[in-house]
């Protein structure tokens, strides 16, 4: 089993900065990559980042050059750095960490970007 506690998400005007973290316990051994997905009201949920254990990253194009996922492997967690948020970035973020008999989901965090 793996637990993943997500932070960091609240209000932030359009052009601010946030910083999720995602801290996973358990078995952490058995997780191959971690990522971010987020979701809004009637949508599905849609991948922002992914990060291997490799260190290898892959973006949607929505974020590109604004986020920046990263991993801390001693401390068991990681991160989105949020820069030049928009209010079409409005959503509640869900960490996810992937295994190989399954996916791990976090509580989400909301992230809400307005004036």
């Known amino acids: 089993q793996v637990q993943l506690v997500e932070s960091g998400g609240g209000l932030v005007q359009p052009g601010g900065s946030l910083r999720l973290s995602c801290a996973a316990s358990?078995?952490?051994?058995?997780?191959?990559?971690m990522g971010w997905y987020r979701q809004v009201p009637g949508k599905q949920r849609a991948l922002v980042a992914r990060?291997?254990?490799?260190?290898?990253?892959n973006y949607a194009d929505p974020v590109k050059a604004r986020f920046t996922i990263s991993r801390d492997n001693a401390k068991n967690r990681m991160y989105l750095q949020m820069n030049s948020l928009k209010p079409e970035d409005t959503a509640v973020y869900y960490c996810?960490?992937?295994?190989?008999?399954?996916?791990?989901w976090g509580q989400g965090t909301q992230v809400t970007v307005s004036s």
């Open positions: 996810i960490a992937w295994t190989a008999s399954r996916n791990y």
């Open positions: 358990g078995k952490i051994s058995s997780i191959y990559a």
């Open positions: 990060i291997t254990t490799g260190g290898a990253t």
